[in-house]
C-alpha cells in the first residue's frame, strides 16, 4: 500500500482505556503522544512533561495488555511522551488519578510517598508514583533492588531521594530490616546492627498509620478488551493525520507486503528511537508500520543450540525470559544468557526496556548500542523476512554498515534472534561504562567471547565487539588475532593491549569527545574480562596459579540501607497542637502524590488561547541581516509572529547599566539567544512556524567563549571586586612553602523538573492582564511587564500557585519569557501559554557559572596556611544578569571556616558569546569554596598530611571576625565538626580506608570532610523585607498570603506551621492558595535561603495584630471556640483582616572599605563522605555520607532535612556528574537528560545520615531557626574530595605522589584519567592546538 493509497482510505477507530473508561477516537493522529492526549484532550494533567525524550519519567503511566501468545495480562510502567496514541489500540492505561484521589481514597503508595516527606517541588511525584504502583502490581511485596529498579528512570532534582525510597521500602517484605551490608551484621541473619534508629528518638513518619496495600482494590483489566483480543479475524488498523499515516497490520504475511511496497516507512514497536527523532531531529515519516500486533514477532524457540527469540519482544522480557533459562542450563552453556541479561539490567530504565524491542534495539544501530557487542561477539543471528523470502544473518562485523544503517534491507523484517548456548569451554563477557550508573547510554559498552581448547588455557577462538568507539558497533578483528592459539595470560593480553591500541584509534576531535577515556577503557574493559576469565578456568580447575586478592575485581557496592535523620523533639511544655519544630508533611503531598496538585501548564486553556514557540539564534556572534517569517506565517495553525518591533513600551532590561534585549534586533551574542516567537493555535503548530522562520546572519569575527579567552581579551562585565585582609605580598616572604595552583569547576544546569512555563491573560478592558507565571519573584516578574508594555505595575497581577522546583534559575530569565509572552498577549488580545521544552530551556536559560580558580598560597611546614592569593573568573555569557553579584558572592566566602591572617580575593564576571549564566543555589559559593577547598587539599598533599587535619589546624576558633571584618563565633561550626567526626567515625573509617586500599589495587576508597560557613539574607539591604496578608473568614477558616513562592523548600507549610502557633488554631483552618501581586505587593524574590526568615516574621506579625484584636473577645468569652470568637468579633465590628510586614536586618557591604554586614547570621555545616572508585573506569559509588548541620531550632524538620538532603544530592551532581558542553562554535550540546546527567536513584550514598546539631539557637531569625536552603549544596563536594582522596591512592600505587590537578566535575572520565594507571598511561594525549576538540574547555 502507498501512502497516497493510505490517505485515500477511511482511518479506523483507535479503541483503548484509560483509568477503566473507554477512550475510542475517530481520528487518532499518529504525532500525537499518549502524554499530549491525556495532558490536553483529557485534561488529566497528573502526568507530567519534563523532558519529551523518555528521561526524566515525570510522565510514567502503566500500560496493561493481553499478551496474544500467552493470554496473559502485563502491567508494565511506560513513558507516555513516546508512546504513539495510535500504538495504544487495545490497550488500558492507568495514570496517576486512575489510582487514588483526595476525593475518594488514596492508593497507599501515593500516602507512603507523601507520608515519608518524598515529595517537594512535586512535579516528579506522579511519575514516581506510577513506577512503584506498576512494580506492586507485578510484585507486592519487591525488594529493595526491585525498588531502585523500578526508580532508576525517574528523576528528581529537589529530594536527594532518600525520602522517596524510605516511603517504598515500606512495601518491602524486609521494611524493618536495618539492611547492613558494610558495618554491623544484617537483622535478617541474627545479627544486630549497631545503627539501628533508636525508638525514642522522633522519626519523621510513622508506618504504622499507613493503609495496607490491598492488591483485590486495583482496577481490573477491562473486559471488553480481552473480548477484543480474542474476536477473530483481527484486521489491519489504519490512522490517518495532518501529515503522517499509521498502519498496524494484523498477520505476518500482510507486514511483509506493507514493507515490501513501502520499504522507507519505519517499523515502530517501541518508538524509542524512531519517537525521540521525529521529535528532537524534526523527521518526519509519512507513514509509519506498527507491527505489534505481528504474532510471529513474539515467538520464543528453544533449539538444541540456543533460543530464537521475537525481535518483537520488549527488552524486559528478554531479560526475564534469559533469566527464566539461566537456572534451567548447566552454567557452562548459558555463558551469553548471562553476559546479555546483567548489559540489560543496565540498559535504560525499566521504562524504556518495558517497551523497547530487541529487533528495534539491533535495527536502531546505535553506535554505542549495549546488545549488539554482546550479540556479535556471542555468534548470535537473525532471521529476516521479505517478499522474496527468509535469510539468516550472522550478527557478526559485516552487519553494521554505518551510523544507524545495517546490510538488512529496507524492504526486510527482522522476524527473530537467536541466542546461541554456550559450549563448554566458552566464556562470555559484557561490560559497559556510563557516564551514570543507571539509565545512561554507554560511553564505551562491550562483548567478549573466548573458547579455549579442551581443558587448556590456549585460546581456540576468540571475538571482541565494542560500542561507543566509532559510527558503529566495531570488532577488534586484530586484537583477537593477537590473541587466538595463544594461552591466556600476562604475555598474551598485554600484546594484545598494543594490538588494540592500534587497532582502534579515535582521532583526536572524535564526535562525543573524551578520547582518552574511551581509548583506555578499550583497554581496561579488556582486562576486566582478563581477570574475570582467569577466575573462572580456576574455579574449573583448568589453571591453578592463583590470582593475589588484591589483583581481584569485585563489583562496587549497590545495597542502599537504612540511613538516619536525627532531630530535636520539641519542648515538652509545647501544647500538642503547635506544629512548630515537628516534622509535618508538605501541605500539597498528598496533592503531589494524586496529580491534583496545580502547576502552571495545568491551567486548562481559555477559549482563543495561543501558544508560543521562540525562534532563537544559531550564531554565537553576528549581525542579523534578515528575519522571513513569511513561510512560518502561511503554515496551519500559525496566527502571529512576535519581534521586537512589536514591544510597546521597554525592550530591554538594564541592568548594572547593561542593556538585555528581550528579543534580539540588530545583533547576536549567543548561540539560542532569542530572536522572535511564533503564536499558533497548538504547540506543534506554533513549533513548525518557529522552525519556518528564516533568519540570515553575518557572522562577526572572534566570538569569546572560555574565560581564559575573556581575561586574555578582557572581556568583563563591571564592577569587578577585590577584598584583601592584612598584607598578602610580604606575608608570602615569610612562610615556610608557596605553591600555586590551579582549579577548573563547570557549570551546572537548573534541571527544574517544571520546565519555564507562563499563561498570559489579558482581562479584556483598561490593558489589565493575568500573568500565571512559574516564578521566584513574582514583583519582578509584574513590573517587568509592565514595563514592556507601557502600563502601570496596577494593570498588571502576577499569580504563582506553586513552581515545579527553580533553584535560582526562575528569577530573571523567566521574566523575560513572561515580557515577551506579555507582548503577545497584548498584541493579539488572547490568553498566550508559553511552556519550554527542555531542549529549549536548556539551551536559552543559561546556568550556574562556570568558574576558573587561580590560587597562590603561603603555609608553614606545621600545616598553617598564612597567605593566599585567589582569583575566580566567573563565565557570565553575553548578559550581565547578576553575575557581578555572584562574583561578590565567591569573594564574600574565600575564607569558608579558615582563619586566614592574609587573604586576598578577587573576582570577576567574564563576558562571553555563551548563553548568559544566572542564580543556582549557592550563588557562586559552591564554585568559590571549591577553588578554596582544593587550596587546602594542595597543601595538606605537599605536607603529605591527611587534609581534615590542615583544615581542623586553620579553622576560626573563638571569638572571630571575617575578611571583611564581620564579628562572629564559630562555636557551632566546631561543634558541627566534632559531631560530624564523632558520628561518621571518622577516624576508625580512615583507617579502614587504609587497609582496604592496601588490599585492593584496582579499587579505592577515599574520605572527607568539609565544612561550610554560609551567609544568610541578601547583603542588598533592601531585599530583607517581606509582607503577609491574613484574613480571618466568618467560619473561622483562615487564608495566609505572604510574598515568598512555594517552589518545593516548603516555605507554605512553614507558613501554615506560624499562623497556626501564632492563632492558637490547628494546621488544618488554615490555607494559602497562592502568591500574588494582588493580595501582597512588593515582594521580594524567594532566593538567598531568606524566605521563612522573612515570611515567617510577616505572617507572624500579621498573625499577632489579629490575635491581639481577638484578645478582648476571649477574655469575654473564656470557654469559646475559636469559631465563636471570630463570630463575635465580626458582629462586633472587628477587622478580621491584617498586614504583617517585616523590616529585616540593614546588611550592607562597603566594597571601597572592603568591610561590611552582608550577612544577618552564618549557616554552619559539615560533612564527611566516603567512596569506592572503580579505577579501571572511573566509576564511583558513595558508601557514605554523614551530615551534621546547625540550623537553629528547625520549624519544620522533615521540609529541613528534606532541604539539606536535596541540596547535598544537586552538589554531588555539580561535583561529580553535571556536565555542560559546548561545540567549538558555542553551542549547548547537552540539552536534555539524555545528554546531561543529574543524580538518580543509584548516585544516592548507600548510607545517608543527617544530624540536625542540637541546642543550637538563633537570636537573628524566627523562632530561633536558620536558613538551609542553599548551604548543603556546597557539601556535596565532600564526594568530590572524597573521590580525590582516592585517586591520590590509586596513584601512589604507581609512584605518584603530591598535588595533582582534577577538575570539577569529577566525571568517571576525569577520575579514571587521573588515577594513571598502567591502561591510561598508554593512550597518548592529543597535542593541544593541532586539532580542534570536540567541546569547548569553558
Ligand atoms: C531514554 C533512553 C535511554 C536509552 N538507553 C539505552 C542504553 O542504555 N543502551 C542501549 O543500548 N540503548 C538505549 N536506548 C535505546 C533503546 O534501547 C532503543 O531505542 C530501542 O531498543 C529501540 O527499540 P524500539 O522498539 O523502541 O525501536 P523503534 O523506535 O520502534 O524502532 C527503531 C528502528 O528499528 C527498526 N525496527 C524495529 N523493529 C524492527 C524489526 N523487527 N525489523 C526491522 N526493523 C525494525 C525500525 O524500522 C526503526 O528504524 C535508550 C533509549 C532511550 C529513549
Ligand atoms: S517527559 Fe517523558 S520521560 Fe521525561
Ligand atoms: S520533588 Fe522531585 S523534582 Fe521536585
Not at 535478617?188 to 482494590?217: C, M, S
Not at 491551567?603 to 528575519?627: D, N, Q, Y
Request: proline residues 6%.
Amino acid at each position: 500500500m502507498s501512502s497516497k493509497m493510505s490517505a485515500e482510505k477511511e482511518g479506523d477507530r483507535l479503541c483503548f482505556f484509560i483509568n477503566g473508561r473507554k477512550v475510542t477516537e475517530n481520528n487518532a493522529d499518529p504525532e500525537t503522544t499518549l502524554l499530549s492526549f491525556l495532558r490536553e484532550k483529557l485534561r488529566l494533567t497528573g502526568t507530567k512533561y519534563g523532558c519529551g525524550g523518555g528521561g526524566c519519567g515525570a510522565c510514567t503511566v502503566m500500560v496493561s495488555r493481553l499478551q496474544p501468545a500467552t493470554k496473559t495480562i502485563t502491567h508494565y510502567s511506560a513513558n507516555a511522551c513516546l508512546l504513539p496514541l495510535c500504538q495504544l489500540h487495545g490497550a488500558a492505561v492507568t495514570t496517576v488519578e486512575g489510582i487514588g484521589s483526595t476525593k475518594t481514597r488514596i492508593h497507599p503508595v501515593q500516602e507512603r510517598i507523601a507520608k515519608a516527606h518524598g515529595s517537594q517541588c512535586g512535579f516528579c511525584t506522579p511519575g514516581m508514583v506510577m513506577s512503584m504502583y506498576a512494580l506492586l502490581r507485578n510484585k507486592p511485596q519487591p525488594t529493595m533492588e526491585d525498588i531502585t529498579q523500578a526508580l532508576a528512570g525517574n528523576l528528581c532534582r529537589c529530594t536527594g531521594y532518600r525520602p522517596i525510597v524510605d516511603g517504598c521500602r515500606t512495601f518491602c517484605q524486609e521494611a524493618n530490616c536495618c539492611q547492613a551490608n558494610g558495618g554491623g551484621e544484617c537483622c535478617l541473619n541474627g545479627g544486630q546492627n549497631t545503627d539501628e534508629p533508636e525508638h525514642e528518638e522522633p522519626q519523621l513518619f510513622d508506618k504504622e498509620e499507613f493503609l495496607p496495600l490491598d492488591p483485590t482494590q486495583e482496577l481490573i483489566f477491562p473486559p471488553e478488551l480481552i473480548l477484543m483480543a480474542e474476536a477473530a479475524n483481527p484486521k489491519t488498523l489504519t490512522f490517518r493525520g495532518e501529515r503522517m499515516s499509521w498502519v498496524s497490520p494484523a498477520s505476518l504475511e500482510e507486514l511483509v507486503q506493507l514493507k515490501t511496497r513501502n520499504p522507507k516507512a519505519p517499523l515502530v514497536m517501541g518508538n524509542t528511537n524512531i519517537g525521540p527523532d521525529m521529535k528532537f531531529k524534526g523527521i518526519l515519516h509519512p507513514l509509519i508500520i506498527s507491527p505489534t500486533r505481528v504474532t510471529e514477532l513474539f515467538e520464543v524457540t528453544q533449539m538444541p543450540q540456543g533460543v530464537w527469540v521475537g525481535a518483537g519482544c520488549s527488552l524486559t522480557e528478554v531479560r526475564s525470559l534469559l533469566e527464566k533459562l539461566v537456572p534451567q542450563f548447566p552454567e557452562e552453556e548459558t555463558e551469553l544468557f548471562r553476559a546479555l541479561s546483567r548489559q540489560l539490567g543496565n540498559l535504560g530504565s525499566q521504562q524504556i526496556r518495558n517497551v523497547a524491542s530487541l529487533g528495534g534495539n539491533i535495527m536502531s544501530a546505535y553506535p554505542n548500542s549495549d546488545l549488539n557487542p554482546v550479540l556479535a561477539a556471542g555468534n548470535s543471528k537473525v532471521s529476516v523476512l521479505c517478499d522474496g523470502g527468509r535469510r539468516e544473518l550472522p550478527l557478526n562485523r559485516d552487519f553494521f554498515v554505518s551510523f544507524g544503517k545495517t546490510i538488512v534491507k529496507p524492504e526486510e523484517i527482522v522476524v527473530s534472534v537467536f541466542i546461541p548456548f554456550s559450549r563448554q569451554g566458552e566464556f562470555v563477557g559484557a561490560f559497559r561504562q556510563a557516564p551514570r550508573k543507571e539509565s545512561s547510554f554507554s560511553t564505551v559498552t562491550t562483548g567478549m567471547r573466548v573458547f579455549f581448547s579442551e581443558g587448556s588455557r590456549v585460546v581456540q577462538d576468540v571475538s571482541i565487539y565494542y560500542g561507543g568507539m566509532g559510527p558503529t558497533t566495531v570488532s577488534a578483528t586484530k586484537t583477537c588475532a593477537a590473541i587466538v592459539t595463544r594461552p591466556w595470560d600476562d604475555e598474551t593480553l598485554s600484546r594484545a593491549y598494543d594490538v588494540l591500541l592500534d587497532e582502534l584509534v579515535l582521532p583526536p576531535s572524535a564526535p562525543g569527545g573524551k578520547v582518552e577515556f574511551r581509548r583506555s577503557l578499550t583497554l581496561s574493559l579488556l582486562f576486566k574480562f582478563y581477570l574475570e576469565v582467569l577466575q573462572k578456568l580456576r574455579e574449573r580447575n583448568v589453571i591453578t596459579d592463583e590470582l593475589p586478592e588484591k589483583m581481584q575485581i569485585r563489583p562496587l557496592p549497590r545495597e542502599i540501607q537504612l540511613s538516619l535523620q536525627e532531630f530535636q523533639h520539641v519542648s515538652k511544655d509545647q501544647s500538642d497542637q503547635d506544629p512548630v519544630g515537628r516534622p509535618i508533611m508538605h501541605r500539597s503531598a498528598l496533592g503531589h502524590a494524586t496529580g491534583e496538585a496545580v502547576y502552571c501548564d495545568d491551567i486548562p486553556a481559555t477559549g482563543g488561547e495561543l501558544f508560543l514557540a521562540l525562534v532563537t539564534s544559531s550564531r554565537a556572534h553576528a549581525k542579523i541581516t534578515g528575519l522571513d517569517v513569511s513561510e512560518a506565517l502561511r503554515l496551519p495553525g500559525v496566527v502571529d509572529v512576535v519581534t521586537a518591533k512589536d514591544i510597546p513600551g521597554q525592550k530591554a532590561r538594564t541592568i548594572f547599566g547593561y542593556e538585555e534585549e528581550l528579543l534580539a534586533e540588530t545583533e547576536v551574542s549567543c548561540v539560542g539567544q532569542m530572536l522572535c516567537a511564533v503564536l499558533a493555535d497548538t504547540r506543534a503548530h506554533a513549533r513548525r512556524g518557529a522552525a519556518a522562520v528564516k533568519v540570515g546572519y553575518e557572522d562577526l569575527p572572534d566570538p569569546v567563549f572560555t574565560s581564559e579567552d575573556a581575561v586574555e581579551k578582557s572581556s568583563f562585565f563591571e564592577p569587578r571586586r577585590t577584598i584583601e585582609r592584612g598584607n598578602v605580598t610580604r606575608a608570602f616572604e615569610t612562610v615556610d612553602q608557596v605553591h600555586e595552583g590551579e582549579f577548573r569547576m563547570g557549570g551546572q544546569e537548573h534541571f527544574y523538573m517544571e520546565t519555564q512555563s507562563m499563561l498570559v491573560v489579558p482581562v479584556g478592558e483598561e490593558t489589565e492582564f493575568d500573568a500565571y507565571v512559574s516564578t521566584q519573584w513574582p514583583t519582578l516578574t509584574q513590573d517587568a511587564i509592565a514595563e514592556t508594555l507601557s502600563i502601570p505595575s496596577n494593570r498588571v497581577t502576577c499569580h504563582v500557585k506553586r513552581v515545579g522546583g527553580a533553584f535560582g534559575g526562575k528569577v530573571t530569565k523567566t521574566v523575560i519569557l513572561a515580557c515577551i509572552t506579555s507582548v503577545a498577549a497584548w498584541k493579539t488580545n488572547r490568553a498566550v501559554r508559553c511552556v519550554l521544552e527542555r531542549g529549549e530551556d536548556m539551551l536559552i536559560t543559561g546556568a550556574r557559572h562556570p568558574v576558573l580558580g587561580k590560587y597562590k598560597v603561603g603555609f608553614m611546614n606545621d600545616g598553617r596556611i598564612v597567605a593566599a592569593d585567589i582569583q575566580c573568573y566567573a563565565n557570565a555569557g553575553n548578559t550581565v544578569d547578576e553575575s557581578p553579584l555572584v562574583a561578590e558572592k565567591i569573594l564574600l566566602h574565600f575564607d569558608n571556616a579558615y582563619d586566614i591572617p592574609n587573604l586576598r580575593g578577587h573576582a570577576a564576571a567574564c563576558r562571553t558569546n555563551l548563553p548568559s549564566n544566572t542564580a543556582f543555589r549557592g550563588f557562586g559559593v559552591p564554585q568559590g569554596l571549591a577553588v578554596v577547598e582544593n587550596m587546602v587539599d594542595d597543601v595538606a598533599a605537599l605536607l603529605r598530611r591527611p587534609a581534615d587535619q590542615i583544615r581542623e589546624i586553620n579553622m576560626y576558633k573563638g571569638p572571630s571576625v571575617t575578611h571583611y571584618k564581620f564579628e562572629f563565633s564559630p562555636e557551632n561550626m566546631l561543634r558541627c565538626w566534632e559531631e560530624c567526626k564523632v558520628k561518621s567515625d571518622y577516624d576508625a573509617r580512615r583507617g579502614a580506608v587504609h587497609q582496604f586500599n592496601q588490599q585492593n589495587r584496582w579499587k579505592k576508597r577515599g574520605m572527607s570532610i568539609i565544612p561550610i560557613k554560609f551567609g544568610i539574607a541578601f547583603s542588598e539591604g533592601f531585599l530583607n523585607q517581606a509582607a503577609a496578608l491574613v484574613h480571618i473568614y466568618k467560619d473561622g477558616s483562615v487564608l495566609v498570603a505572604h510574598g515568598g513562592a512555594e517552589i518545593g523548600q516548603g516555605l507554605h507549610t512553614k507558613m501554615q506551621q506560624v499562623a497556626s502557633r501564632e492563632l492558637q488554631i490547628p494546621p488544618s483552618k488554615i490555607y494559602i492558595s497562592e502568591t500574588s501581586t494582588s493580595t501582597v505587593p512588593n515582594t521580594c524574590p524567594s532566593a538567598a535561603s531568606f524566605g521563612t526568615d522573612a515570611n515567617g516574621m510577616a505572617v507572624k506579625d500579621a498573625c499577632q495584630t489579629l490575635y491581639q484584636r481577638l484578645e478582648p473577645i476571649r477574655q469575654k468569652h473564656p470557654k469559646g471556640s475559636w469559631e465563636s470568637w471570630v463570630q463575635h468579633a465580626f458582629l462586633e465590628r472587628i477587622s478580621l483582616s491584617a498586614t504583617g510586614f517585616y523590616r529585616g536586618p540593614d546588611l550592607y557591604m562597603d566594597w571601597d572599605k572592603m568591610e561590611g554586614q552582608p550577612y544577618a547570621y552564618f549557616t554552619f555545616g559539615v560533612c564527611c563522605s566516603e567512596v569506592e572508585l572503580d579505577c579501571l573506569t572511573g566509576d564511583y559509588r558513595t558508601v557514605r555520607t554523614d551530615i551534621v548541620m546547625d540550623i537553629g531550632r528547625s520549624v519544620n524538620p522533615s521540609v529541613d532535612i528534606g532541604q539539606i538532603e536535596g541540596a547535598f544530592m544537586q552538589g554531588l551532581g555539580l561535583y561529580t556528574m553535571e556536565e555542560l558542553k559546548f561545540s567549538p562554535s558555542g553551542l549547548l550540546y547537552t540539552r536534555g537528560p539524555s545528554q546531561y546527567k543529574i543524580p538518580a536513584v543509584c548516585d544516592v550514598p548507600l548510607r545517608f545520615n543527617v544530624y540536625l546539631l542540637p541546642d543550637s539557637h538563633n537570636p537573628h531569625a524566627i523562632y530561633s531557626s536558620k536558613g538551609i536552603g542553599e548551604p548543603v549544596l556546597f557539601l556535596g563536594s565532600s564526594v568530590f574530595f572524597a573521590i580525590k582522596d582516592a585517586v591520590a591512592a590509586a596513584r601512589s600505587e604507581s609512584g605518584l605522589a603530591g598535588p595533582f590537578s582534577l577538575d570539577s566535575p569529577a566525571t568517571p572520565e576525569r577520575a579514571c584519567l587521573a588515577c594513571a594507571s598502567p591502561f591510561t598511561q598508554k593512550i597518548p594525549a592529543g597535542k593541544p592546538g593541532s586539532f580542534t576538540p570536540w567541546a569547548l574547555n569553558i
